[in-house]
């Protein structure tokens, strides 16, 4: 079974099936377009029958994110230009000229699937163990691995994230001061994240619409 090491030295090019400037304020991280957005009363995670939830919520928006990814690769590489007709925000990628509110590069949107992976992993118990396995660490690590992917993405588009490993659950907690860190020092901080994983399998819910659902995991 395919394991998370591949995830540590393929960190910059990984691709899934679903996968095609200053800080926020408190109401751009909580204010979401997405029904898949998880909510939070506060209750542990502690089965497979609720952690698939909170684990495909996750994936619905990092969907997304995914498309806009390969668009602005897309468009900032040499094959592809934008048309006069395209709309501003297109054409702005493909200038290298990206504004703040350019809606492919928003980064509440990033922040969104780091606060919800943030609130799934402290609220998931990994030392659930049922026949001798802790069933719910393979979940626990797809989640750090789709929260690596987002901070990953942000370091390339925007050179610096503010990194936060705790969900942002109260005003004073969204209005906290966040260290920033820049490209480098992402990549360093995601490799210590996962590497205690490396080994862990990936989920495996069977077949999904004739696919295996392990790629649906990087």
Not at 26 to 35: K, L, P, T
Not at 45 to 54: F, K, T
Not at 70 to 98: K, P, W
Not at 114 to 136: E, F, G, H, K, P
Request: aromatic share 12%; glycine share 4%.
């Amino acid at each position: 079974m395919k394991n998370y090491r591949k995830t540590l030295h393929t960190l910059t090019t990984v691709v899934s099936l679903f996968l095609i400037g200053g800080f926020l304020s408190c109401e751009s991280i909580f204010e979401s377009r997405s029904s898949s957005m998880m909510g939070d009363d506060g209750a542990s995670i502690d089965s497979p029958d609720n952690s698939i939830y909170s684990v495909m919520g996750i994936l619905s928006q990092l969907q997304q994110l995914g498309e806009r990814s390969l668009l602005l690769g897309e468009l900032r590489g040499d094959l592809m230009e934008a048309t006069s007709a395209a709309d501003a925000d297109l054409q702005e990628i493909s200038s290298f000229e990206v504004s703040e509110d350019n809606v492919y590069l928003l980064r509440r949107d990033y922040y969104h699937v780091i606060n919800n992976c943030n609130l799934a992993l402290a609220r998931m118990d990994t030392s659930v163990v049922y026949y001798q396995d802790n069933v719910l660490l393979p979940e626990y690590v797809a989640i750090r691995a789709y929260r690596a992917w987002t901070y990953w993405q942000m370091a390339l588009a925007f050179g610096e994230v503010r990194w936060i490993d705790k969900p942002l659950l109260s005003f004073d907690d969204a209005i906290a001061e966040y260290p920033l860190k820049d490209y480098n020092e992402v990549a360093h901080l995601l490799i210590e994240d996962l590497t205690p994983f490396v080994d862990v399998p990936l989920p495996d819910y069977g077949m999904v619409d004739s696919y295996a659902s392990s790629v649906l995991f990087v």
